[in-house]
């Protein structure tokens, strides 16, 4: 890899991951105002100030396997942990079901290379004695270890405290995200005052995940599990986004604080795709679905030292390419026994108008699904049928091409097939873990 840095100084990363978000929650997607007005007005000024991807996904519909991708640069398939969808609070002690603290990491490559290394916010790759932060590349962690917790009691679904500080728990009052947001804001200037490394900080909100909470939501009953099924509305949903995006706007004033925003890399996206009260449009589906709604998520992308204002590009690209850009743009090379199957962006952050073929492939156990991108076209299984979308003239997958190209049809089913003999099958004790169903809502 090279050095894609024009200056002597190295560049800091900041990759900023939002739980659950809809393609269209944000003002620069699209998305409504709320009755008090723009919802990500910090992020929409990123955007602005930087470059917008329209054809960026998730690898995957679900949290954890995405995660493992993004740590890792390389399809999640390829380890047990990521079979899960998702790994759940059940799985406390489990010495399988996380990130193998021998597999390399973007945390670990870069720290190896000199940079400081956190993560603030959500994990969700397995609990210690086994897994964890620290063993996978930080040096600090503050969050919590689950998929969801409460955004007051920070308890998870199983009643259980999950809020840490490295390996050891630690309980704080006060709303999630903004404890979340202020950590990230202590530690850049506690870095920028130990002196020059570059930084990269893993910000892993846990908004607009359940369950649905905001500031003013204090000793609100959530009735039954965290799943919340009883509770949530938009307003809230809208004012849980308004809240990270609050938050993302003092890290911003954080980074300039220290000298560091013009050097720094800062990249906002989602796990995967929306989920109850999100507003995915023009997308069919969300969440668990291998449907648009489910992958395709927001890429915010500032970096004004190399980035232009105002860009947008229909670059196909997933979570793990973003985890392979960071590794160029600071000259830091794969360990050989783990090649990246990420492809560095970093062409595209020079020149919005460039672009490169790049096949994306998915599969779920939930459902049978599998899917491939590749083009225009996109080829999709679900519940055992077999569908050929033009996504581009038909981003709702509302018009089935397979009856009439047959053979583009099969050539792209074969395609898959051909990838999915390159990685391990799913175990028969993987485990789907479904919050609600039919009997608790509507079908999409």
Known sequence: MTQAHPSA???????????????ADLGCYGGRDAEFGAVSPVLDRM?????????????????????????????????????????????????????????????????????????????????????????????EFFGPMSGGVDYFTHADSSGNHDLWIGEEQRAEEGYLTDLITQRAVDWIGRMAAQGDAPLFLSLHYTAPHWPWETRADRGLKVEGSLFHLAGGNIHTYRRMIHHMDEGIGRVLDALRAAGRLDDTLVVFTSDNGGERFSDNWPLVGGKMDLTEGGIRVPYVVQWPAVVAPGGVSAQHCLTMDW????????????????PLDGVSLLPVLRDPAASFARPMHWRMNHRGQRALRDGRWKYLRVDGHDYLFDIDADERERANRGPHEGDRLARMRAAWEAWEATMPPIPADATISLGYSARDMPQR
């Open 323 to 338: 985890s392979a850009t960071m590794l160029a743009a600071a000259g830091a090379a794969a360990h050989p026994d783990y």
């Open 9 to 23: 100084r190295r560049p800091n990363f900041v990759f900023i991951v939002a739980d659950d978000l809809g393609y």
């Open 47 to 139: 955007a602005a100030n930087g470059l917008r991807f329209t054809q960026g996904y998730s690898n995957s519909p679900v949290c954890s396997p995405t995660r493992f991708a993004l740590m890792t640069a390389r399809w999640q398939y390829r380890l047990r942990g990521a079979a899960e969808e998702p790994i759940n609070s059940k799985s406390r002690g489990s010495s399988t079901l996380g990130l193998p603290p021998a597999h390399p990491t973007l945390a670990s490559l870069l720290r190896g290379a000199g940079w400081r290394t956190a993560l603030i916010g959500k994990w969700h790759l397995g609990y210690p004695p086994h897994f964890g932060p620290l063993r996978s590349g930080y040096e």
